[in-house]
Every structure is written in C-alpha cells, then in structure tokens.
C-alpha cells in the first residue's frame, strides 16, 4: 500500500523556521509531481507549492515565495519544505500529495496519493 507520510510539523513563533519532510513508502517520488497543501479547518485545500519530477522545476504559492523552498532527495526519497519567516496566517495542516503527471496542475481533487498531514503552528 502507497504510504506518504508527514513530519516536521510544530509549534514555532513568528519568524521562526520549521522544515518538513515528505517520506514515502511503496511510492518512488522522483517519478512523481510532488506538491504540498495547506488547510485550516472549515476552509477549503490550498497549494503551496510543487516541484517537478522531470525538470525539478518548482512553483510556490505568492504568499510563500521568498519564504518557503521545496527540494527532493532522491535517493533518500524525501520532500522537503523549508519555510523560513513564518507568519501566524502560516498556521494550517500541511499536506504532501503526488500526481502522477507533470503538469502544472494545483487542484486537489487531481493528487494521486495525500499524506495525512502534519500541523504547523505560528504563535504572534
């Protein structure tokens, strides 16, 4: 059974750094899209950001450029997120999902494979 699992998540203050990681099980990530959401509660998924399988390419969400990285180690088979300049309004479940396909494509319901989330907390 496909696993991907999320850690890293806490409580942090504004300003603060936290790095989450994206390890998978029976799942190889390099052959896949990877991207990480965000949701607060009674709010809808939102991306955050992606990085290509093929070209390594990424894309990030405007109000976490500058701020957050996405990188894959392949041969460990982890995604990671740095967020660096966490701001209260970071305060949400962090997601890592995986498509199959390389394309651009931020909607969730389109993800393949979804962790169950890590939290992350921003206190002011």
């Known amino acids: 059974q496909v696993q991907l699992v999320e850690s890293g998540g806490g409580l942090v203050q504004a300003g603060g750094s936290l790095r989450l990681s994206c390890a998978a099980s029976r799942l190889t990530l390099s052959r896949y899209r990877i991207l990480w959401f965000r949701q607060a509660p009674g709010k809808e998924r939102e991306f955050v950001t992606a990085?290509?399988?093929?070209?390594?390419?990424?894309r990030y969400a405007d109000s976490v450029t500058g701020r957050f990285t996405i990188t894959r180690d392949n041969i460990k088979n982890i995604v990671s997120l740095q967020m660096n300049n966490l701001k209260p309004e970071d305060t949400d479940v962090y997601y890592c999902?995986?498509?199959?396909?390389?394309?651009?494509?931020?909607?969730?319901?389109?993800?393949?494979?979804w962790g169950r989330g890590t939290l992350v907390t921003v206190s002011s």
């Open positions: 990085i290509s399988w093929s070209s390594g390419s990424t």
């Open positions: 999902a995986a498509r199959s396909t390389d394309w651009d494509i931020r909607d969730p319901s389109a993800m393949n494979y």
